[in-house]
T-cell receptor
Framework: AQKVTQAQTEISVVEKEDVTLDCVYE???????LFWYKQPPSGELVFLIR??????QNEISGRYSWNFQKSTSSFNFTITASQVVDSAVYFC?????????????FGGGTRVLVKP | DTGVSQNPRHKITKRGQNVTFRCDPI?????LYWYRQTLGQGPEFLTY????????KSRLLSDRFSAERPKGSFSTLEIQRTEQGDSAMYLC?????????????FGPGTRLTVT
């Protein structure tokens, strides 16, 4: 069965500091997809990034970057130079190729509070 | 089309009443999902449609819950004889599964409060 663990429940930083969110996953599927979603106070889940299991290249997109390490089953996410608008709950999610409809399994979320 | 829409945004009902929620997916998306999110938790999968066919249901979806997607367009989620434990945010998502696209896009959710 697939499982996602986000050990950090809450992180508080001062604006312009970097924030790294940890995510560890479990799956028996050889092909899977990992995602990060943001849920601001308004409540709507916003898709941020996706990584495929067969592509371990780490990338940077604007102020977001991610570190995918298959050997440790981790998919960490970093916000560089945080801003107050980054305050939200961030969810890591896993989708297995074999799962019907590629349904998502979410972690428990990490609340990020960016103080001015 | 600007995204997934859900109605109503909020619903307060008394225990034992029936409620129905609606989800309108992004128009070209063939897959539609329902998730439930309780306070402080991540969303949990409930059910999934490929076009009009309901192909997967979670064990979380008791027989008081029913979902439909007539003609493969909008979807409804009905809860009969609501219980206080049904209080949660009900999220709808849609996706267009292609070789390169996997993302699910979420609506704003319907927050249900059962009193």
């Amino acid at each position: 069965a697939q499982k996602v663990t986000q050990a950090q429940t809450e992180i508080s930083v001062v604006e312009k500091e970097d924030v790294t969110l940890d995510c560890v996953y479990e799956t028996r599927d050889t092909t899977y997809y990992l995602f990060w979603y943001k849920q601001p106070p308004s409540g709507e889940l916003v898709f941020l990034i996706r990584r495929n299991s067969f592509d371990e290249q780490n990338e940077i997109s604007g102020r977001y970057s991610w570190n995918f390490q298959k050997s440790t089953s981790s998919f960490n996410f970093t916000i560089t130079a945080s801003q107050v608008v980054d305050s939200a709950v961030y969810f890591c999610a896993l989708s297995e190729e074999q799962a019907a409809g590629n349904k998502l399994t979410f972690g428990g979320g990490t609340r990020v509070l960016v103080k001015p | 089309d600007t995204g997934v829409s859900q109605n109503p945004r909020h619903k307060i009902t008394k225990r034992g009443q029936n409620v129905t929620f609606r989800c309108d997916p992004i128009s070209e998306h063939n897959r539609l999902y329902w998730y439930r999110q309780t306070l402080g938790q991540g969303p949990e999968f409930l059910t999934y449609f490929q076009n009009e066919a309901q192909l997967e249901k979670s064990r979380l979806l008791s027989d008081r819950f029913s979902a439909e997607r007539p003609k493969g367009s909008f979807s409804t989620l009905e809860i009969q004889r609501t219980e206080q434990g049904d209080s949660a945010m009900y999220l709808c998502a849609s996706s267009l599964r292609t070789v390169t696209a996997y993302e699910q896009y979420f609506g704003p959710g319907t927050r249900l409060t059962v009193t």
